[in-house]
């Protein structure tokens, strides 16, 4: 029998429970129960006809009559509660859990979150839109003219494409930088929020300014794989056409780099887990490369199908806001804004440049957010199941509890990590 407070067997309690090994008050010594009565008449009427009994000449006891309520000592106990202290209960998540636990780490500390995002969504939109007001706006078109026009030659075209892929680069590089800084910070707040705990935005600063450059060169290092593996797997045919079989050449290039392309992204989502690592476990570039390596290994399709729902998620709500902004701009900045969208114009006015900057802050602060909490709790959701970070987490937060089933094989190793 548990004596823990709190249980009891199914269909008693403690108070009532009747002692089977003395004689009731009021009762015959030898009298069964009413329901034992009942089980063994029934018992007695399924029984074949004297004469009819197995050769042994046995009779065999009526079963044992099953517990008031169904079910026997064990099946009516249920596992209790996991700890919850902040924003997700510390146990394996599920996928709705990793979701809604970005946006409640959003809602519960809106003023730390939408605060960083902000001032970073403002950082990188700035330069995004001062980068494409000032570099690439006179330069705008004259690479769709050389791969429309038919008489072009390899070499132009080669050309042209790197052009419009440095363009697009430069601005995706942005991009990357203001997703990874505000990871960085807001992995942070995600820890203390699931101890529920509160971080102000100085605290998150203090605890990201140490590793920035060690982040820096994260988000140098991880597209830097991807552009080389891409253009490893391009090679061979871009070889082909400068050697003079351009069609042969352009079509290994097109399957070499499809090719690659999945094998980036293969690699990507094995290091998607790097910037918490880095973050939570005080682990250098290569080290957090490597943590983040180990804890996707045989999950990569659960982690790549959480991340592809986060970035469908992020898609709608930029979309959402996005596109009123982006109709307001054409409107001001009129035909030549269509034209500059089309690829027709090399030009556009500041105005219009503007008006899209400031849809894409307003776009940046709500996302960066949800996409930033997916990861962090996405890592400490392969910690828990891997590691069982969640024992550590709910000594971190003063709880008692029992959370440790469900885990992964590997033994625990959570005494790296830092939630303070």
Same mark, same amino acid.
């Given at each position: 029998?548990?004596?823990?407070?709190?249980?009891?067997?199914? %269909?008693?309690?403690?108070?009532?429970?009747?002692?089977?090994?003395?004689?009731?008050?009021?009762?015959?010594a030898?009298q069964?129960?009413?329901d034992?009565r009942?089980?063994?008449?029934?018992?007695?009427?399924?029984? !074949?006809?004297?004469?009819?009994?197995?050769?042994?000449?046995?009779?065999?006891?009526?079963?044992?009559? !099953?517990?008031?309520?169904? @079910? @026997?000592?064990?099946?009516?106990? /249920?596992?209790?509660?996991?700890?919850r202290? %902040?924003?997700?209960?510390?146990?394996?998540?599920?996928?709705?859990?990793?979701?809604?636990? +970005?946006?409640?780490?959003?809602?519960?500390?809106?003023?730390?979150?939408?605060?960083i995002?902000?001032?970073?969504?403002?950082?990188?939109?700035?330069?995004?839109?001062a980068?494409?007001?000032?570099?690439?706006?006179?330069?705008?078109?004259?690479?769709?003219?050389?791969?429309?026009? !038919?008489?072009?030659?390899?070499?132009q075209?080669?050309?042209?494409?790197?052009?419009?892929?440095?363009? #697009?680069?430069?601005? *995706?590089?942005?991009?990357?930088?203001?997703?990874?800084?505000t990871t960085?910070?807001?992995?942070?707040?995600?820890?203390?929020?699931?101890?529920?705990?509160?971080?102000s935005?100085k605290?998150?600063?203090?605890?990201?300014?140490?590793?920035?450059?060690?982040?820096?060169?994260?988000?140098?290092?991880?597209?830097?794989?991807?552009?080389?593996?891409?253009?490893?797997g391009?090679t061979?045919?871009?070889l082909?056409?400068?050697?003079? &079989?351009?069609?042969?050449?352009?079509?290994?290039?097109?399957?070499?780099?499809?090719?690659?392309?999945?094998?980036?992204?293969?690699?990507?989502?094995?290091?998607?887990?790097? +910037?918490?690592?880095?973050?939570?476990?005080?682990?250098?570039?290569?080290?957090?490369?490597?943590?983040?390596?180990?804890? &996707?290994?045989g999950?990569?399709?659960?982690?790549?199908?959480?991340?592809?729902?986060?970035?469908?998620?992020?898609?709608?709500? @930029?979309?959402?806001?996005?596109?009123?902004? #982006?109709?307001?701009?054409?409107?001001? %900045?009129?035909?030549n804004?269509?034209?500059?969208?089309?690829?027709?114009?090399v030009?556009?006015?500041?105005?219009?440049?503007?008006?899209?900057?400031? %849809?894409g802050?307003?776009?940046?602060?709500?996302?960066?957010p949800?996409?930033?909490?997916?990861?962090?709790?996405?890592?400490?959701?392969?910690?828990?199941r891997?590691?069982? *970070?969640? *024992?550590e987490?709910? /000594?971190?937060?003063?709880?008692?509890?029992?959370?440790?089933e469900?885990?992964?094989?590997?033994?625990p190793? &959570?005494?790296?990590?830092?939630?303070?």
């Amino acid at each position: 029998m548990n004596d823990s407070p709190g249980w009891a067997p199914p %269909g008693s309690s403690p108070s009532d429970e009747p002692d089977h090994g003395a004689q009731q008050k009021g009762e015959p010594a030898d009298q069964p129960a009413p329901d034992q009565r009942a089980w063994g008449e029934q018992w007695a009427r399924r029984q !074949p006809p004297p004469g009819r009994w197995a050769a042994t000449g046995r009779r065999t006891p009526p079963p044992v009559p !099953p517990a008031p309520g169904g @079910g @026997g000592w064990g099946t009516g106990r /249920r596992q209790p509660p996991a700890p919850r202290p %902040g924003v997700i209960p510390l146990r394996p998540l599920g996928v709705s859990e990793i979701l809604d636990g +970005a946006v409640a780490i959003m809602r519960a500390h809106w003023r730390t979150v939408l605060g960083i995002s902000l001032i970073v969504s403002i950082v990188t939109q700035g330069l995004i839109t001062a980068t494409t007001g000032l570099w690439f706006n006179d330069g705008r078109g004259k690479e769709t003219k050389v791969l429309d026009d !038919p008489d072009a030659t390899v070499g132009q075209a080669l050309r042209a494409v790197g052009d419009t892929l440095g363009d #697009s680069g430069v601005t *995706l590089l942005l991009g990357v930088l203001g997703t990874i800084v505000t990871t960085a910070l807001l992995t942070v707040v995600a820890a203390r929020a699931v101890l529920g705990r509160d971080a102000s935005a100085k605290e998150a600063w203090a605890g990201a300014r140490p590793h920035l450059l060690q982040l820096c060169g994260l988000l140098l290092l991880i597209p830097a794989i991807a552009a080389a593996v891409i253009a490893a797997g391009m090679t061979p045919g871009l070889l082909l056409a400068v050697a003079g &079989v351009p069609s042969e050449g352009a079509a290994l290039a097109s399957l070499g780099g499809l090719a690659a392309a999945c094998v980036a992204a293969w690699l990507w989502v094995r290091f998607s887990l790097a +910037a918490p690592a880095l973050m939570l476990e005080k682990q250098g570039i290569i080290k957090a490369l490597r943590r983040s390596f180990k804890l &996707v290994r045989g999950s990569w399709g659960r982690v790549f199908g959480i991340q592809l729902l986060a970035v469908v998620l992020v898609f709608i709500v @930029g979309a959402i806001v996005e596109i009123p902004t #982006s109709l307001v701009a054409m409107v001001i %900045g009129g035909d030549n804004a269509m034209d500059w969208l089309s690829g027709e114009s090399v030009s556009v006015g500041w105005t219009f440049l503007i008006v899209v900057g400031v %849809g894409g802050v307003i776009s940046s602060t709500i996302t960066f957010p949800i996409s930033a909490g997916v990861t962090a709790l996405l890592y400490m959701d392969q910690r828990i199941r891997r590691e069982a *970070l969640d *024992l550590e987490l709910v /000594r971190a937060a003063g709880m008692s509890g029992n959370s440790a089933e469900g885990h992964g094989e590997d033994q625990p190793t &959570v005494g790296s990590t830092s939630w303070s």
